[in-house]
């Protein structure tokens, strides 16, 4: 029985808090749209916070990422493709060279 009711805390646990930090995230895509003041001062919170708080993290695309390693690993990727050459019908010839 013990294990039981922990396993079912823990998931509800775990569903709270997921649904926490999409509140999160929603507010800061709100802020970001409406009121910049708000959105830096929420950013610049979430920089210096404990990088163990709950709640800090990053959208890339569609997936909010939390942990260092990840985030580091998106812009990672993002400068990759932000720098490896691409054949594209809209660059710009002379500065393909």
Same mark, same amino acid.
């Given at each position: 029985m013990c294990a039981t009711?922990?396993?079912s805390f823990r998931r509800t646990f775990r569903h709270s808090v997921e649904k926490y930090l999409d509140a999160l995230d929603k507010k800061l895509d709100n802020?970001?749209?409406?009121?910049?003041?708000?959105?830096?001062? $929420?950013? $610049?919170?979430?920089k210096r916070s404990n990088k163990s708080r709950t709640g800090a993290g990053i959208k890339f695309g569609?997936?909010? =990422?939390?942990?260092?390693e990840s985030?580091?690993? $998106?812009w990672g990727? =993002?400068?990759?493709k932000l720098y490896s050459p691409s054949s594209s019908p809209d660059f710009d010839n002379e500065w393909e060279m």
């Open positions: 009711s922990k396993a802020d970001a749209d409406k009121d910049s003041v708000a959105f830096w001062k $929420q950013v $610049q919170a979430r569609d997936r909010v =990422y939390r942990s260092r985030i580091c690993g $998106q990727s =993002y400068f990759h």
